[in-house]
Every structure is written in C-alpha cells, then in structure tokens.
C-alpha cells in the first residue's frame, strides 16, 4: 500500500488500495490468505551470504519477548518465519526448558526441522546450561517442570514453615508448625467450620480449628510430574486445585477438584495461563471463576469444568481493563457478590460484578512496579487479597517485601 515508501498511507495511496491488495492475491481467487498478506523478505531482509540458513528479519527485542510470552501458537509460528533464526534460537534459550518445549510444539514441522538443523550452528548448550538429561526425579527425563519456582529455595537452604492465625491488629495469636513431610504452605483457604486447606511443594493437606492434620494426599502422584500449588479455593462441596506448570509468563495449570476429604480427585479444566504458576479461582453463583492472567481475562466455568464465558483486556491506559503484563493475578468474593480484582505491577485493586460489568476502584497499595513480562515480574506477579464481611478492609499480601498491606475507607 506505501508505494512510495514514506512510511505514511497518503489519501491517494488509500484510493489505489484496492488495486494494490488486488497484485497481492497471487492465486487469484478473490481472497488474501496468510501467505499473500505476509511481508515479503524482500529488500529489508539482511543479505544472505552463501549457506547462511540463519534468513529473515532482525525484530525489535520486545516484540520477540511479547510473542513468545503472550503470543497465540499461530503467532508464533509468524515469529519463526519472518524472525531471523539466530535471533529466534537465542531468545528461546532465555526461556525455561519447559517454555521452550511448547514454543517448539507451537511451530509446523518444516519449522521445528529448520531450526533443528541450526542448532549445532549456534552453539548448542550455552556454557554451564544443563543437559536436558541431569536432574529432576528418577524416570522424568530431566527438567519438564523446572524447580518450584520461589519455592525452590527450601531445597537449599532450611526453612521452617508453618500456618499463622493473625489478628486485625497484625499480632500472631496461634501458628501451627508444618512438618517436612509437607505440605510446604504455598496456598491457604480457611472454611467457616473451622478446616483450613493447605497446598504446597507437591502436597495438599486439611486440618481442624485445632491444627490438626485430618488429610493429605501427593498431588505429585496425581498430576505424575514436580507439581506446583497454584491456586485453591474450597466451596461448600469441593476443593478445587490449580496444579502449575512452568515458572515463566508462559506458564499453564490444570485444575482439579476433589471432595472435601480430599478423595474423588478429577481433573476438570486443562491449560489455563497463570503467570509463573500462580492462577486464582473463586467459586460464585455456582460458577468456577479462573483469574487467567497471562491473557488479562477472567474465564467463567460451571462446577464440572464447562466453559460459560469469559470477560477482560489489556488496557495499559484505561481504567476498566487490566495493565502490567499478567492480571488480574488474584481475586476475592466481597459482600453483595461483588467480584474484587488485584493487579500487580500498580498495585490496583478494582470491583466487578462476576459477568465482568466494572464497578469501580478501591484503591492503590504500594508495590514493585513493572509494566511488562520480566524477572522481576516473575517475582512480584502474585498478591494475594481477602475481603472482610463487610467490606470495611481489603488486606493486599506483599509477598517480596514481607507485608500484609490493609484497604480501607477513608476517615472523614
């Protein structure tokens, strides 16, 4: 259409549109597929010297980084070919050994095949990169899942974990010691009857008012690989499990349900987008409500998994959808069945109804502020908020800087 190559559309290069589209459609049959509107790798592309295999374009670093993270699998696909392969192979080896292995299961085998044959050319293992074959669990063939993300620590270094029952005020009334037979708390739902659920490295247990342990079962059998508590949220009826995979913005989780004595365990709900295996749940009307954050949406369920809708965007500069690069990252049930939303990266929490009709900000807390994917939202994408009965306080959980932040309104 720019055929002049200004970089502008003028008002008579949008006239002689049709008949430009018209040259494009190389087969003639009236309509432009993917092919025919892909650019050309014509005189922008790089000169290729003889035997260089490595075609196609340089493209700004962010732009890979957001297609890889973000992407649909027919966009990355486009990424791989108009992408010069060395810039493609070298920006996968940034991403997790599981990350890679469903980019590489996104792309047609012509373009697995390319790039395979590339491998040896740049490089293969970078300096100290692990084979694919040392480490993880005896018969898992090497790291599928990686480590436990920001668990992984307490494989090298002793902690000691347990269960704290605060109150408003912030002292510590009562903590419960857990043992390292598991589990290590990583998710906490607490029932009006007193059973507290607790899910982490591999376990998932019940307890009573009391502390003690009533149930627990290895969620590591269940799922058959390193499994990774992602969400939780208990009903009147189930327990629902987000089981995590991968520690990067591409990063999936299937989701269980069991009975309330953790037996009848059922997967339900296969791959939803949890940033870094963190994805709420909440159970409301009868519906399942999964915060997918890596899409900016909040898909809706019924209780046996079928989908029944979803709602959210990005919206870095609007107020009613979701900014940063993976919310909304936690939500909670208010009074009035009000659906309450955090965001990380601004600290935001908003108000929705559960159709996703926007009601409304509550407020801001302090925290690590960041606008796309990185290290550092890997390590800050997850804040966790409980509503009171009322509503009078909103408690937001900074978890890289130790904190419980506290909403409320305003004195006048």
Same mark, same amino acid.
């Given at each position: 259409?720019?055929?002049?190559?200004?970089?502008?559309?003028?008002?008579?290069?949008?006239?002689?549109?049709?008949?430009?589209?018209? /040259?494009?459609?190389?087969?003639?049959?009236?309509?432009?597929?993917?092919?025919?509107?892909?650019?050309?790798?014509?005189?922008?592309?790089?000169?290729?010297?003889?035997?260089?295999?490595?075609?196609?374009?340089?493209?700004?670093?962010?732009?890979?980084?957001?297609?890889?993270?973000?992407?649909?699998?027919?966009?990355?696909?486009?990424?791989?070919? #108009?992408? !010069?392969?060395?810039?493609?192979?070298?920006?996968?080896?940034?991403?997790?050994?599981?990350?890679?292995?469903?980019?590489?299961?996104?792309?047609?085998?012509?373009?697995?095949?390319?790039?395979?044959?590339?491998?040896?050319?740049?490089?293969?293992?970078?300096?100290?990169?692990?084979?694919?074959?040392?480490?993880?669990?005896?018969?898992?063939?090497?790291?599928?899942?990686?480590?436990?993300?920001? $668990?992984?620590?307490?494989?090298?270094?002793?902690?000691?974990?347990?269960?704290? @029952?605060?109150?408003?005020?912030?002292?510590?009334? =009562?903590?419960?010691?857990?043992?390292?037979?598991?589990? &290590?708390?990583?998710?906490? &739902?607490?029932?009006?009857?007193?059973? =507290?659920?607790?899910?982490?490295?591999?376990?998932?247990?019940? *307890?009573?008012? !009391?502390?003690?342990?009533?149930?627990?079962?290895?969620?590591?059998?269940?799922?058959?690989?390193?499994?990774?508590?992602?969400?939780?949220?208990?009903?009147?009826?189930? =327990?629902? $499990?987000?089981?995590?995979?991968?520690?990067?913005?591409?990063?999936?989780?299937?989701?269980?349900?069991?009975?309330?004595?953790?037996?009848?365990? /059922?997967?339900?709900?296969?791959?939803?987008?949890?940033?870094?295996?963190?994805?709420?749940?909440?159970?409301?009307?009868? #519906?399942?409500?999964?915060?997918?954050?890596?899409? &900016?949406? @909040?898909?809706?369920?019924?209780?046996?998994?079928?989908?029944?809708?979803?709602?959210?965007?990005?919206?870095?500069?609007?107020?009613?959808?979701?900014?940063?690069?993976?919310?909304?990252?936690?939500?909670?049930?208010?009074?009035?069945? =009000? $659906?309450?939303?955090?965001? +990380?990266?601004?600290?935001?929490?908003?108000?929705?109804?559960?159709?996703? #009709?926007?009601?409304?900000? @509550?407020? *801001?807390? #302090?925290?690590?502020?960041?606008?796309?994917? +990185?290290?550092?939202?890997?390590?800050?994408?997850?804040?966790?908020?409980?509503?009171?009965?009322?509503?009078?306080?909103?408690?937001?959980?900074? @978890?890289?800087?130790?904190?419980?932040?506290?909403?409320?309104?305003?004195?006048?």
């Amino acid at each position: 259409l720019d055929a002049n190559g200004d970089g502008e559309i003028s008002t008579e290069e949008i006239e002689k549109a049709e008949e430009a589209l018209a /040259k494009v459609d190389k087969n003639g049959d009236g309509k432009l597929s993917g092919d025919e509107v892909r650019p050309s790798r014509g005189g922008s592309q790089r000169e290729r010297r003889p035997g260089d295999q490595a075609q196609g374009t340089e493209k700004p670093g962010d732009e890979v980084a957001r297609i890889l993270e973000f992407g649909s699998d027919e966009d990355i696909a486009d990424l791989a070919r #108009e992408a !010069s392969s060395r810039q493609f192979m070298e920006a996968l080896r940034e991403m997790s050994s599981d990350d890679r292995r469903k980019v590489m299961s996104a792309l047609p085998g012509e373009i697995r095949s390319r790039l395979g044959r590339l491998r040896g050319q740049f490089g293969g293992r970078r300096p100290g990169e692990r084979s694919r074959s040392s480490g993880g669990r005896a018969g898992g063939g090497g790291e599928r899942r990686g480590n436990r993300g920001p $668990l992984a620590i307490d494989d090298l270094y002793e902690h000691t974990y347990g269960v704290r @029952v605060i109150s408003p005020d912030g002292s510590v009334k =009562v903590e419960w010691p857990m043992p390292d037979s598991g589990p &290590h708390p990583k998710m906490i &739902h607490a029932c009006d009857d007193g059973t =507290v659920y607790v899910a982490g490295h591999g376990k998932i247990a019940s *307890y009573d008012k !009391s502390g003690k342990r009533l149930a627990m079962i290895d969620i590591d059998k269940l799922s058959r690989e390193n499994a990774l508590a992602a969400g939780m949220f208990v009903s009147d009826k189930h =327990v629902f $499990l987000a089981v995590g995979m991968g520690n990067s913005m591409r990063a999936t989780e299937d989701i269980y349900r069991f009975n309330l004595d953790l037996t009848g365990a /059922k997967k339900i709900i296969e791959q939803q987008y949890g940033c870094c295996s963190h994805i709420d749940l909440q159970v409301m009307n009868g #519906e399942l409500l999964i915060a997918e954050n890596s899409r &900016h949406r @909040v898909n809706r369920f019924d209780l046996d998994g079928k989908p029944l809708g979803k709602w959210g965007k990005r919206d870095r500069t609007g107020i009613e959808g979701f900014a940063a690069c993976c919310n909304p990252v936690n939500i909670d049930i208010g009074p009035d069945n =009000v $659906l309450y939303t955090a965001e +990380s990266g601004i600290g935001r929490i908003k108000k929705y109804t559960p159709e996703g #009709e926007y009601l409304g900000v @509550v407020g *801001y807390v #302090e925290t690590t502020e960041f606008d796309r994917g +990185s290290r550092l939202a890997a390590q800050t994408c997850y804040i966790p908020i409980e509503v009171n009965m009322d509503a009078s306080r909103v408690y937001v959980m900074d @978890v890289r800087a130790n904190l419980i932040r506290v909403l409320a309104p305003r004195k006048k």
